[in-house]
């Protein structure tokens, strides 16, 4: 199975990668739309961000309407903002400046 990211092909992870919010958010819509040759889901948060995954029988690719930084080692996904800082560190985690 193939992960795309933004355009950017990474690791597929049993479980999936979690999102780290850098604005926190309070309320978001969720909306899953199914068809013969996969799916898509769109997930709408009050802070601004919008999140688009297709899921299909060889490929899972997701588009976040915002720069993002992947931490492979713990798994998670930081939605930065534009004034967001981090630093990755060689191992492949990411701090948050």
Known sequence: MRVFLNGQEMFFTEGGYEYIFMKPYTRHQHEVIKREHGEITIQLYDNGVQIRTLVTEDEVTTLINRDVAIDTVNNKIYIL????????????????L
């Open 81 to 96: 903002e534009e004034d967001s800082k981090v630093k990755k560190n060689p191992d492949g985690s990411i701090e948050v």
